[in-house]
C-alpha cells in the first residue's frame, strides 16, 4: 500500500513536470529553427531532427528598419512601468496597511475590516470594464500612449495586492514593538518607520515580488491604452504573433520576455522553504 | 494614540485608489445611459434603453456569460484539486523538494497571453508537436483550435497550467503553517494517511482553501487574455468570455454606451455570484 503510494506520487510528479516544462522546451527548439525546419514538418531535436540558426535570436537586437524586431525599447517600457507603479503601490499600499491593522476607524456603519475590503475588492474589477472608461478619460487628458497614464492604471491593479499582503503580515508583527518605540519616545511616524519597517521585510519582500508579477504579465491594459508611441513587452510579442507567423523569433522573444521572473520563482521558493511566505499569505 | 496620525497613515492609498477608480465607474454608469456610438460619439441621454436590449435582445451576451462561469468553475476546480495534490506531495520530505517546488511554482511567473503565443504553435493542427507525437501513436489529428468544443479545452488545458502553481503556492504556504499538534495526535493514534487527511489535513486547511478558491475565482472570472490570443473567441464564439464580448461591442465596434452597459451589468453580477458562492462555500467546507 504504501509502495503504491509512493509510486503514484512520483509519477504523478513527473508528469506534471513534464506538462510544465513541455511548452518552454518547445519554444527553446523552435527559436533555433529557420523556415524551412518549422513548415516541411514538425521537428525536435537540434542537429538530429533540424540544422539550428541563430536567425531567431539576431533579429530582437536588430533594428526594425533591417528587417528586425526591436524588443529593446518595450522591453524597458515594461521594466519602468512595472517598476515604478509597483514601488508606488507597495509605499501607498504599506502605509494604508499599516494604518489598517494598528488603528481603529469607524464611519458609520465602515469599519477597518470594510476597508480592508474596499482596497482588496478592487481586484475583483475586471479589466475591460476599467479600460472604456480609462480610454476616454486618458485621451482627454493627454495621456494615452504614454508610460504615466499606463503606471496610473497599474497602480490600481497592484495596490490591492501590497494592502492584502501586508494587513496580514503586520497583523502578526507583536503590537508590543509599536508600543515599546512610543514609550521610549518615538513619535508614531518614527515608531513605524525606524521600528516596525525593519522588521517587516520579508513581507515587503514578498508584497513586492507579488506586485512586479502581476504589473510585468498585464497586457490588456498595456494593449487598449497604447498604440505606437509606447509598446510594453507582452503587446509587442502578441503583434509579432499576428504577421506572417515567423515562429523562430516569436519563441525567442517569448522565452526571452518570460526569463527574468522565473528567477523570481526561485526568490519565492526560498522564502517558501524558510517559512516566511507562510503566514504572509494566510 | 493620538488622533490624527491613523489618517495620515491611510489617507493617502485610501484616495489615490478612490481618485483613480471614482471618475471610471460613474463614468460606466452614466455612458451606459447613453447611445455612445461611432456614428453619434457624444454622452447623449436615452434612459435605460440599453437595459432593455441587454435583458430582453442579447442572448449572446449571456451564453458568453454561462461559457465563462463553465470556463472558471471547471478550471477553479482543476486548478484546486492538482494544486491540493502537489502541495500535499512537496509539503514533507521527498527527493529533489525544492526542485519541485521551483518547477511547479514557474508558470505563475510567465506572462499568460506570451505563453499562449507558445501554446497555440504548440497545438497548431499540423505544424505543432502534439498532433505530430499523437499522430505517431495513431491518433488522428485532433482539432485543438477550430472544433468548437476541443477549443474550450484546450483554454482550459492552458488556464490550468497557468494557474495551478497559484492555488498551489497559497496551499503550500497554509500547510507550512500549520501547527504540528493535530498531526503528532494522529500519528499516535495510528491514522491512516487517508484518514489524517480527511480528519486532520483538510478540516485544517479549510479556511485557507476557500480563501485560495475565492481569490483564484474572482482572477478566473475575468479570463480574457489565453481566449484572446488563443482562439480570439472562436470558433464563432465557441470560446467567448464575457470580457472579451464587452472588447468587442466596445473597442472593436465602437458601441461605448452598449458596452457599458454590459460592463456595468457583469461588474454587478460579478460581485454579487462571487459574495454568494464565498458564503456557500463558506458553509460547506467549515463545519462548526
Same mark, same amino acid.
Not at chain 2, 92 to 112: A, C
Not at chain 2, 231 to 238: D, F, I, K, L, N
Given at each position: ?5 509512493? $509510486? ?19 519554444a ?14 514538425? !521537428?525536435?531535436? +537540434? ?20 528587417? #528586425? ?24 499600499? !504599506? ?9 481603529t ?6 469599519r ?48 490591492p ?11 502578526r ?29 520579508? &513581507? ?7 506586485c ?8 490588456f ?17 502578441v503583434?509579432?504573433n ?9 519563441s ?13 520563482? $526561485? ?16 | 494614540?493620538? $488622533? ?8 493617502? &492609498? ?9 471618475? +471610471? ?31 430582453t ?12 462561469s463553465?470556463?472558471?468553475?471547471t478550471?477553479?476546480?482543476l ?34 497571453v506570451i ?10 493542427e499540423?505544424? #505543432? ?24 479545452f ?11 502553481p ?30 489524517? $487527511? ?12 476557500? &480563501? ?11 479570463i480574457?487574455? !489565453? ?8 470558433? #464563432? ?13 466596445g ?9 457599458? !452597459? ?5 461588474l ?21
Open positions: 500500500m504504501h509502495k503504491f503510494y509512493t $509510486f503514484l506520487k512520483y509519477t504523478f510528479i513527473t508528469l506534471w513536470t513534464v506538462f510544465i516544462v513541455a511548452p518552454f522546451l518547445w527553446i527548439s523552435t527559436s533555433f529553427k529557420d523556415f524551412q525546419s518549422v513548415n516541411s514538418k514538425v !521537428t525536435y531535436i +537540434p542537429w538530429l531532427d533540424f540544422e539550428p540558426t541563430l536567425e531567431g535570436w539576431r533579429v530582437l537586437v536588430k533594428s526594425p528598419a533591417r528587417g #528586425g524586431v526591436d524588443i529593446v525599447e518595450p522591453y524597458f517600457n515594461s521594466i519602468f512601468v512595472t517598476c515604478t507603479a509597483s514601488l508606488i503601490s507597495i509605499i501607498l499600499g !504599506t502605509l494604508a496597511a499599516y494604518a489598517l491593522s494598528r488603528f476607524f469607524k464611519a458609520g456603519f465602515v477597518n475590516n470594510d476597508i480592508t475590503f474596499f482596497f482588496i475588492s478592487q481586484r475583483i474589477m475586471p479589466p475591460i470594464v476599467l479600460s472604456i472608461p480609462f480610454f476616454i478619460f486618458l485621451s482627454t487628458i493627454g495621456l494615452l500612449d504614454s508610460l504615466l497614464g499606463l503606471v496610473v492604471v497599474y497602480i490600481v491593479l497592484l495596490m495586492i501590497a494592502v492584502w499582503i501586508m494587513v496580514d503580515f503586520f497583523n508583527v507583536p503590537k508590543e514593538l509599536d508600543e515599546t518605540a512610543l514609550i521610549d519616545g518615538c513619535n508614531p511616524y518614527q515608531a513605524f518607520y525606524k521600528v516596525v519597517l525593519p522588521n517587516s521585510i520579508p &513581507g515587503l519582500i514578498v508584497a513586492g515580488m507579488f512586479i508579477i502581476f504589473g510585468w504579465i498585464d497586457f491594459f498595456a494593449f487598449i491604452l497604447t498604440f505606437t508611441e509606447v509598446q510594453l513587452l507582452p503587446v509587442k510579442v503583434a509579432l499576428s504577421s506572417i507567423t515567423p515562429w523562430w523569433s516569436l525567442a522573444s517569448a522565452l526571452i520576455s518570460v526569463a527574468p521572473l522565473i528567477i523570481v520563482a $526561485f526568490v519565492v521558493e526560498r522564502y517558501l522553504s524558510k517559512g516566511n511566505l507562510s503566514g504572509a499569505l494566510k | 494614540m493620538n $488622533f490624527k496620525h491613523k489618517f495620515v497613515f491611510l489617507f493617502p &492609498g485610501l484616495f489615490v485608489l478612490i481618485g483613480i477608480l471614482i471618475f +471610471p465607474i460613474i463614468f460606466t454608469i452614466r455612458l451606459s445611459l447613453s447611445g455612445w456610438n461611432s456614428y453619434t460619439p457624444e454622452m447623449n441621454f436615452i434612459g435605460i434603453t440599453n437595459y432593455i436590449r441587454l435583458f435582445d442579447d442572448p449572446r451576451f449571456w451564453e458568453s456569460f454561462f461559457r465563462l463553465f470556463l472558471s468553475v478550471t477553479v476546480i486548478q484546486y484539486v492538482i494544486g491540493f495534490a502537489l502541495a500535499l506531495m512537496v509539503w514533507r520530505e521527498i527527493k529533489f523538494k525544492r526542485f519541485f517546488r521551483v518547477i511547479f511554482l514557474i508558470p505563475m511567473m510567465t506572462t499568460p505563453m499562449t503565443v507558445i501554446w497555440r504553435t504548440f497545438f497548431h499540423s505544424l #505543432g508537436p502534439v498532433n505530430d507525437l499523437l499522430g505517431n501513436i495513431g491518433v488522428k489529428p485532433i482539432l485543438w483550435l477550430s472544433d468548437p468544443v476541443i477549443a474550450k484546450t483554454v482550459i488545458i492552458v488556464e490550468v497550467w497557468q494557474w495551478t497559484f492555488m498551489f503556492l497559497l496551499l503550500l504556504a497554509g500547510l507550512l503553517s500549520l501547527p504540528k499538534e493535530p498531526f503528532l495526535a494522529a500519528a499516535i493514534d495510528g491514522a491512516s494517511p487517508f484518514r489524517k $487527511f480527511v480528519y486532520v489535513t483538510f478540516p485544517l486547511m479549510a479556511p485557507i482553501s476557500i &480563501g485560495a478558491i475565492i481569490i483564484r475565482l474572482i482572477e478566473a472570472s475575468k480574457m487574455d !489565453t481566449v484572446f490570443v488563443l482562439t480570439s473567441g472562436g470558433p #464563432g464564439t465557441a470560446t467567448e468570455t464575457s470580457s472579451f464580448y464587452i472588447y468587442i461591442k473597442l472593436r465596434e465602437f458601441q461605448m454606451g452598449y458596452a457599458a !452597459t454590459l460592463s456595468f451589468t457583469y454587478v453580477i460579478m460581485i454579487i455570484s462571487l459574495t454568494i458562492i464565498a458564503k456557500v462555500l463558506t458553509k460547506l467546507m467549515i463545519k462548526e
